[in-house]
């Protein structure tokens, strides 16, 4: 059983196309996350949901909208893609936020923008 | 000064060696502490969270000197599948973790 999973694993498209990414987790966890991680291999926090609501929105450009339908759900939908959104991007889950609790990620989605 | 760092190395060490690595925070307020280990193009996946009287497992031993804000960890025996990037990561209460850039440990025979 694959505990946290997003879907596509791989995503090539074009500049100026919108699309989504679906992540789930079946851990039961409260607490989900979206980080990028780029060519350097850094990967930064981008959003954190905490039964549906959003509680850290680092500065991401408003291209990138989250979206939690539920607590074992959060999606990741970008408009207007730019090269510069080349990267992997992990959703996590951990029990709760709020710190002390590891963070389980799923296997990425690789994003190429032609 | 960056708020997590790490050495990028490469580390190269035959198998069997002992191997450390440590990471420095600069948040004084920093409470949790963790290690991730990221094969290539993977995962990160969760290696040991790191106590404040410092922890042991198997061969992994993790350390903790808030008085220098450093995380340590040690890997004894190196093995083969061993070989990965080694992520620290520390968060304060209310805040995601924020991981350092990662050290590359290649071991070889």
């Known amino acids: 059983d694959t505990a946290v999973s997003q879907t596509p694993k791989y995503l090539v498209t074009q500049m100026g196309n919108d699309k989504s990414i679906k992540c789930e987790q079946n851990?039961?966890?409260?607490?989900m996350y979206w980080y990028k991680q780029d060519s350097k291999k850094f990967l930064k926090i981008m959003f954190s949901?905490?039964?549906?609501?959003?509680?850290i929105n680092e500065t991401v450009p408003n291209r990138f909208s989250p979206k939690s339908p539920d607590k074992a759900h959060l999606n990741l939908h970008i408009n207007s893609l730019e090269l510069g959104d080349s990267a992997v991007y992990f959703c996590?889950?951990?029990?709760f936020g709020g710190g002390g609790q590891p963070q389980h990620f799923g296997d990425g989605t690789r994003l190429s923008i032609l | 000064r960056k708020e997590v760092e790490q050495d990028p190395g490469p580390f190269n060490v035959p198998e069997g060696a002992t191997v450390a690595f440590n990471c420095t925070y600069s948040?004084?307020?920093?409470?949790?502490f963790f290690w991730y280990r990221q094969d290539c193009r993977k995962e990160p996946k969760l290696l040991m969270s790191?106590?404040?009287s410092g922890n042991e497992d198997g061969r992994f031993t993790a350390q903790l000197n808030r008085a220098s804000q450093y995380i340590s960890l040690l890997i004894r025996d190196s093995k083969l599948s061993d070989s990965a990037t080694y992520l620290c990561?520390?968060?304060?209460?209310?805040?995601?973790?924020?991981f350092g850039k990662g050290t590359t440990l290649s071991v070889s025979s």
């Open positions: 996590a889950s951990s029990q």
């Open positions: 851990l039961g966890h409260d607490t």
């Open positions: 949901y905490n039964n549906k609501e959003l509680i």
């Open positions: 948040n004084s307020a920093s409470q949790s």
């Open positions: 790191v106590y404040s």
């Open positions: 990561a520390v968060n304060q209460a209310g805040t995601a973790l924020i």
